[in-house]
């Protein structure tokens, strides 16, 4: 089946710094990839939706100068959390699919906690 | 706005149990709905779906019936297993499926022997 990775599971940061958060396609090609964020107890709430070589669409209320979003291949996605604060601790989730409008292949998430 | 509801966690059950997780949602449209399972470690796996009123999905012995009058997705097993021990989600899409996915809070089921 499709697999998703991503890397780091886990990180801590220091407030004020960046962290870089990779989500990779394994066996496929993907048309699309998208960003969610999960907190405790809650939903994963969608917050960009990118597509190789053109800029991120970001949902409405997700700060696009804050989570840098880069498309550079069909099996690469990167997350930047610029400027990290404690409040952007949470965890941060890849999915990808091959067609537009095709079934999500999920990564099994990364955790970010800032100090 | 759009919006699913599911029951909170964990619950717990034992080996052969019958399990349910209800889950409403609210739309303006005609949504498709989802229930996705993540087992520990990995990454949320689809498990079933139905993409209009009185379909039913069904997958490894799960099933959940699209019931508009009540705006219910529920998921049901009949007996489960220790291996069912996981986070399942209920989601509603638009669109044709599975673009701009909405989720659930996420119920978390333990099975034990």
């Known amino acids: 089946g499709a697999v998703v990775s991503q890397h780091p599971s886990w990180v801590i940061c220091k407030s004020g710094t960046s962290v870089k958060i990779e989500c990779r396609s394994l066996?496929?090609?993907?048309?699309?990839m998208f960003w969610y964020r999960q907190f405790p107890k809650q939903s994963l709430m969608l917050m960009a939706t990118s597509n190789e070589g053109s800029k991120a669409t970001y949902e409405q209320g997700v700060e696009k100068d804050k989570f840098l979003i880069n498309h550079a291949s069909l099996t690469l996605s990167t997350l930047t959390v610029t400027s990290a604060h404690p409040e952007d601790s949470s965890f941060y989730i890849c999915?990808?699919?091959?067609?537009?409008?095709?079934?999500?292949?999920f990564g099994p998430g990364t955790r970010l906690t800032v100090l | 706005g759009d919006s699913v509801t599911q029951m909170e966690g964990p619950v717990t059950l034992s080996e052969e149990a019958f399990l349910t997780i209800n889950c409403t949602y609210t739309a303006t449209g005609y949504p498709s709905l989802f229930w996705y399972v993540q087992y520990p470690g990995e990454g949320l796996q689809l498990l079933l779906k139905a993409t209009k009123a009185d379909d039913k999905g069904s997958n490894k012995g799960f099933e959940a019936t699209y019931r508009k009058e009540t705006t219910s997705f529920h998921l049901e097993k009949g007996s489960v297993q220790v291996s069912d021990s996981a986070v399942y989600f209920c989601?509603?899409?638009?669109?044709?499926?599975?673009?701009?996915?909405?989720f659930g809070a996420g119920t978390r089921l333990a099975v034990h022997p």
């Open positions: 999915s990808a699919n091959v067609y537009a409008d095709s079934e999500q292949f």
């Open positions: 066996d496929f090609q993907a048309t699309t």
């Open positions: 989601a509603l899409g638009f669109s044709g499926g599975y673009n701009k996915l909405i």
